[in-house]
């Protein structure tokens, strides 16, 4: 396990960075253009961003960006 200090600002800024890469993500996702094996390492990359955004960010901010079963690729 790895520990970080980081002040309040630094914290909104890592916050403020992942919730764009999570929703850029979201809009490649339904693109219907991107090939299926993509689709798939990019859902891979939103399970771990989403991690980590979880422990930065407010549980109600992390409810916008769950995703479903239906959502899914």
Known sequence: MI??????KEVKEIEY????????ILLDIE???IDHIVK???EERYKIL???F???AAPSECTKY????????
């Open 17 to 24: 960075l992942i919730k764009r890469e999570l929703e850029e």
């Open 50 to 52: 989403f991690q980590l």
């Open 31 to 33: 693109d219907s253009r």
């Open 40 to 42: 798939k390492a990019m």
């Open 54 to 56: 979880k422990r930065v």
């Open 66 to 73: 769950i995703r479903t079963k239906s959502m899914k690729v």
């Open 3 to 8: 520990g970080l200090l980081i002040n309040n």
